[in-house]
């Protein structure tokens, strides 16, 4: 009786000490959320709920942790869910396969309680179990999942993804490739220490690096002791290394696993995935360890590529474990039929936890690429969705009440690579981004009501963008004279501007708004600048290269969150591709990623996108993408949002017919005739004439 | 004829394995691969996507392992869509771009022979000039604006056929429905069928004035009988000759028709894989299309002998 009221007292305190760790709950979200989405009456039920729409695109995949695509993550959309979903409307996080989460007091420590009826396609259980095997495999370097830096703020998850839980002296085979130091001596420890503020010894303890190695051996040998001279600055690769490698951060080494952790893994006895910060304490418990404090890790939670798959599947299937034969999903709909690039079909899944919420019972999804097929499918009524409109029909939809336009988290602009004369001068760059107006582009070719914008990153709240420069015929030339270069004539010694050549992707809409642009700055700055297109993959292979003068570009954002589009700028990111670099700039996004007050995080965003908008140009902004497109009205549930997510869980079809056959046109069918009758009578005139 | 037969099937493995080579060294010329994307990925994980598919491999051993995996029939994986291999692909898309190509093709005949022959027999007559008026027109109008002319006609104003798509009955891969072959295949069609109709015209005239033909006229024939069973032979020479090529290209999709209509055919691979640099469905589509060329030409030359017994092949 004692020990039981021990355990319960201590279980009490535990429980106490718990809470009061514990911040916010399932946030700010009203509870009637759910009720707010439904149709207004039961009409709906009098009409066959199938939803068929053009995707696009034949998906490439449906696998979770490989699809990169729009078509492939509407698809995966309504097939898996992640342990929190978005809310259609506005994007924040709802419950998913978890019904609540905390988040720790220091922000790090998110706490995941699953919901116990969620259930896959056939019939089993979700357990935390299954998000932690899939996450491992999404993250196992084998698996090549191109979006697994969607899981990098997880503690420990990029040095995995990336195969770096070796200690650090195996490593140094490498040392060429990513520039170690070949020797590590007593004086580079002591510099190293300094540097970081930490033990020498603690640190090499820490990374798995002995004490005072030899480069030249390994294995066996290490730990020898064999000082030798060299230089404290051959430690700064190091340090540049870990820190390249998501290892350190400022001066902090972030979570590493210690020694005999690290030996534990390579000699197979520990699991590779065990240092990383994502665990299953329970079958409904799953606790996430961040690095630092994310704000928009629960837009991560939700993301397509973090969503839960079947190991046990996919180990059987292999790479077909997709196919409607053999794929296990958790989402609102399963894969009953794919026929290659002619349709697939979604059902509703009767296993769904929230299955009585979902109206819809069929999806099907075509893969016409051709907008004109799309478009009379649309009209026929064949297909109740259109995703996107080209520019050349958006003055014939513009009237239709199925057209709609919407923000989009998107921003179209042209990279200059600075690293070649004459846009290694910021001058000259900042003529060129002042020197057009980007009102012309947005409203006379585009006219699908994008923003022309002279910053970068959409507004995403709370965040407000730089206004950037405005555009200033004057002041572009002055800026160019000032560079030395003669323009309409002044001043007499300066030098004629160079050729520049447009780079941008083959593509009728890119080819008018390049046209446009390079005949503004041709009239404007006096210059010459001349367009060429490439091939998708060639456009890409020069862009990655630097082979390029100007290009055009576009980003979407990944998530709601200035990040997602400044993070692109810092020296040597993956996509920066334009040769630029700034030191406060990769400062400043780096206090921003720890930075844990919101309000000073804007400011950092802001401050960094000036650096790139106002003050160096390494690109030049052009417009904010909306996202265009023709729903018939008789799809309910439908919501227009910045990332263009429209989860099918929430879609109906409302009780109204749908489009029929046209009217005849009387008229083009009688020019047609005139014209058939026309050729017939030169016909025979030739005949008569050759008889006559 | 069997020696002749047997020298040209020896010819087809050479022929094949040119191709295959000279096509394998050049789609992996062309700059950039297929895994670069806009969003770049990490170069650790490139590089494991680069060796699941053994492209860090040298060039001539990647060779040797296609070589190895054609002899077993296995075309290999593909890199863009990642859940079928090249064999399944082209297992589950040419069929329609074949039944599509059959039956353009046969009404191609229909109506390109009937014309022509009409047209050879009465030269300089109203069907003559009419027709080939009309053929001329079919040659010169593009499939991109018959097509989506056909479509709206019949498809959105009169709705009597669907406007786009493609559907198959009793589940089978081969048994199409008949609706939605229809305007794609007169699209197809109307071309061929206006070279076909100048061709046989041309040969029937060229017919027509031979010594044989005005004996069997002399010898009381019917015309029917004369234009059917002895002038139309001689007449099909140039139509044979062209229709190899011709129908080899026709199996294998039109990209433009397909895309128009739907048509979940073979077509838009050939040019997709090329733009994605998939490399080995590249591979598949063109050994797809070399082996119907091979074939198509090998029937035409048998053919000849049949239809000229002038021709012989020792």
């Known amino acids: 009786m004692k020990r039981a009221a021990g355990v319960l007292i201590g279980a009490a305190g535990v429980l106490a000490i718990l809470l009061s760790a514990t911040g916010p709950a399932t946030a700010e979200l009203p509870v009637d959320w759910k009720a707010k989405l439904e149709p207004p009456d039961d009409r709906w039920k009098s009409v066959e709920q199938v939803f068929r729409f053009n995707n696009g695109a034949e998906p490439e995949t449906l696998d979770p942790a490989l699809t990169t695509g729009v078509p492939e993550n509407r698809l995966v959309g309504a097939l898996f869910e992640g342990l929190v979903a978005q809310h259609p409307k506005t994007l924040e996080p709802v419950p998913g396969v978890a019904e609540r989460w905390e988040i720790s007091a220091d922000k790090k420590t998110y706490t995941f309680h699953l919901r116990k009826n969620a259930k896959w396609s056939d019939g089993q259980t979700v357990t935390a179990h299954d998000f932690w095997k899939a996450w491992r495999r999404t993250l196992t370097p084998k698996t090549a999942s191109q979006y697994s830096y969607q899981f990098y703020p997880i503690s420990n998850a990029e040095a995995f993804n990336k195969g770096l839980f070796a200690p650090l002296n195996k490593l140094e085979i490498e040392a060429d490739t990513y520039g170690w130091p070949k020797k590590l001596a007593a004086a580079d420890l002591k510099y190293l220490g300094e540097l970081l503020q930490l033990e020498p010894v603690a640190l090499c303890t820490k990374v798995g690096l002995a004490v005072e190695v030899d480069a030249s051996k390994t294995g066996k040998d290490r730990g020898k002791k064999k000082p030798t001279k060299a230089s404290a600055a051959s430690l700064k690769p190091l340090v540049d290394a870990l820190k390249a490698r998501g290892l350190l951060l400022g001066t902090e080494l972030l979570d590493y696993p210690d020694r005999a952790t690290l030996d534990a893994i390579a000699a197979g006895e520990k699991d590779g ?68 690039s002619q349709r697939l079909i979604l059902e509703r899944n009767e296993h769904y936890w929230d299955k009585d919420f979902v109206k819809l019972d069929k999806i099907i999804a075509y893969p016409w690429q051709d907008a004109e097929t799309s ?37 179209y602009f042209y990279r200059i690579n600075v690293t070649k004369a004459p846009f290694d001068d910021v001058r000259v760059r900042r003529a060129f981004s002042i020197g057009f107006d980007r009102e012309v582009v947005t409203r006379d070719v585009l006219k699908a009501g994008q923003i022309p914008a002279a910053w970068f990153c959409p507004e995403i709240y709370p965040y407000k963008p730089p206004r950037g420069l405005k555009y200033d015929r004057e002041k572009a030339i002055a800026l160019l004279r000032e560079a030395g270069y003669k323009v309409q004539g002044k001043p007499a010694n300066g030098k004629p501007f160079p050729d520049v050549v447009l780079t941008y992707n083959t593509n009728e809409s890119h080819k008018q708004v390049a046209e446009v642009i390079v005949q503004q700055w041709n009239e404007n700055l006096g210059i010459n600048v001349s367009l060429q297109n490439s091939e998708w993959k060639v456009y890409l292979n020069d862009v990655t290269h630097l082979q390029y003068q100007i290009a055009r570009a576009g980003w979407i954002g990944d998530y709601g969150d200035p990040n997602t589009f400044l993070d692109m700028w810092v020296t040597g990111g993956g996509n920066n591709s334009t040769g630029w670099s700034n030191k406060r700039y990769d400062d400043l996004i780096a206090a921003a990623a720890a930075e844990g007050d919101p309000k000073k995080r804007m400011q950092h965003f802001h401050e960094a996108e000036q650096i790139v908008v106002e003050q160096e140009h390494p690109i030049i902004p052009i417009y904010i993408y909306v996202n265009q497109g023709l729903l018939a009205e008789r799809v309910g549930g439908w919501f227009e949002n910045v990332r263009d997510n429209h989860p099918m869980k929430y879609l109906y079809i409302k009780p109204i017919k749908r489009a029929g056959r046209s009217s005849f046109p009387w008229g083009p069918a009688l020019i047609v005739l005139a014209l058939v009758a026309g050729l017939v009578w030169i016909g025979v005139r030739q005949k008569e004439a050759a008889d006559g | 004829m069997g020696n002749y037969l047997f020298k040209r099937l020896l010819q087809v493995p050479i022929v094949m394995l040119v191709l295959i080579t000279i096509t394998f060294f050049m789609i992996r010329q062309a700059p950039g691969g297929p895994f670069d994307m806009d969003k770049q990925i990490d170069p650790a994980i490139k590089k494991k996507m680069e060796e699941k598919y053994h492209l860090d491999k040298p060039l001539p051993i990647q060779y040797g392992m296609f070589l190895l995996d054609l002899a077993r029939l296995d075309l290999g ?22 039944l599509l190509g059959l039956t353009a093709t046969l009404l191609a005949l229909l109506l390109g022979l009937g014309a022509g022959i009409v047209s050879g027999i009465r030269q300089n007559s109203r069907f003559d000039y009419g027709s080939m008026t009309v053929a001329m027109v079919g040659l010169s109008v593009p499939t991109f604006v018959i097509g989506p002319l056909l479509a709206l006609v019949f498809g959105m104003y009169l709705a009597v056929l669907p406007v786009a798509g493609y559907d198959t009955l009793f589940g089978s891969h081969w048994i199409p429905h008949p609706a939605y072959l229809v305007l794609p295949a007169i699209t197809l069609a109307l071309p061929l069928a206006a070279r076909i109709a100048r061709l046989t015209r041309a040969g029937m005239l060229e017919v027509i004035h031979q010594d044989y033909i005005r004996t069997a006229w002399a010898k009381g024939l019917t015309e029917r009988v004369i234009v059917l069973r002895h002038a139309l032979r001689g007449a099909m020479l140039p139509v044979v000759s062209f229709l190899g090529p011709a129908i080899a290209a026709m199996l294998t999709g039109s990209l433009v028709v397909e895309k128009i209509f739907g048509v979940p055919g073979i077509g838009e691979e050939f040019v997709n894989s090329a733009l994605n640099r998939d490399y080995t469905l590249v591979m598949g589509t063109v050994i797809l299309y070399g082996v119907l060329l091979v074939v198509f030409n090998l029937i035409v030359d048998i053919l000849y002998g049949f239809l000229d017994p002038r021709i012989r092949y020792g």
């Not at chain 1, 418990?285 to 190991?311: G, M, N, S, W």
């Not at chain 1, 014939?396 to 989009?408: D, F, G, I, K, N």
Request: hydrophobic letters at 40%.
């Open chain 1, 273 to 340: 995935f065990e240092p990383v910060g994502a665990k299953a304490t329970g079958d409904y418990t799953f606790v996430v360890r961040l690095k630092q404090p994310c704000p928009y890790f629960l837009d991560l939670a939700a993301f397509e590529t973090l969503r839960p798959i079947r190991v046990d599947v996919v180990e059987k299937y292999g790479d077909k474990w997709v196919r409607p034969e053999h794929i296990v999903s958790n989402g609102a709909f399963k894969l009953t039929e794919w026929r290659h």
């Open chain 1, 375 to 411: 478009y009379k499918q649309f009209i026929s009524g064949a297909i109740d969705w259109m995703t996107s409109v080209p520019a050349a029909k958006i003055d014939e939809v513009r009237y239709l009440p199925s057209y709609y336009v919407a923000t989009y988290l998107g921003s």
């Open chain 2, 77 to 98: 994986p593909s890199f863009k869509n990642k859940s079928m291999s090249v064999n399944e692909i082209i297992a589950a898309k040419a069929p329609a771009s074949i």
